[in-house]
């Protein structure tokens, strides 16, 4: 059996729900989400049907359970972020 795809999500917002059900649809997995908050994390985990919910986008990159990173913030914060 294969492993299953583990995205882990920047942004909370609408752009953010669009790739987590994206992630889904593929047959992968929303391991993780991270907010402008801890709060807005913890709340768009449950939104966007993420395992985990993370502190800051330095822990959502360094964690074990996230292949890739889906950047779904305004565009003009891409570059910071990548």
């Not at 989400?33 to 986008?57: F, H, I, K, N, Y």
């Amino acid at each position: 059996m294969a492993a299953r795809f583990r995205a882990g999500i920047i942004g909370a917002g609408f752009m953010g729900t669009v790739h987590a059900h994206a992630v889904r649809a593929a047959g992968g997995v929303v391991s993780r989400v991270v907010g402008r908050t801890p709060e807005a994390a913890e709340q768009a985990m449950t939104r966007l049907g993420a395992e985990r919910a993370a502190a800051s986008v330095d822990e959502l990159v360094a964690a074990d359970d996230v292949d890739a990173v889906h950047v779904c913030t305004p565009n003009h914060t891409h570059v910071a972020l990548a």
